[in-house]
């Protein structure tokens, strides 16, 4: 903050509109995958899953 020196820092990090759209997609893979009871290592990508971005 200004006055106390200290470097503002945002309570969630800003995500560009193209990793929002990834999330969403991630999202919906995950949903899906839970409704139709797959397991991620069925599925072939297992490791986009545990993306994080």
Same mark, same amino acid.
């Given at each position: 903050m200004i006055t106390k020196k200290i470097p503002y820092k945002p309570p969630t990090k800003h995500l560009f509109?193209? =990793? %929002?759209?990834?999330?969403?997609?991630? =999202? %919906?893979v995950k949903k899906n995958i839970a409704k139709f009871g797959m397991k991620t290592k069925n599925v072939g990508f297992y490791n986009l899953l545990n993306m994080s971005c």
């Open positions: 509109l193209d =990793q %929002k759209r990834k999330l969403k997609v991630m =999202q %919906k």
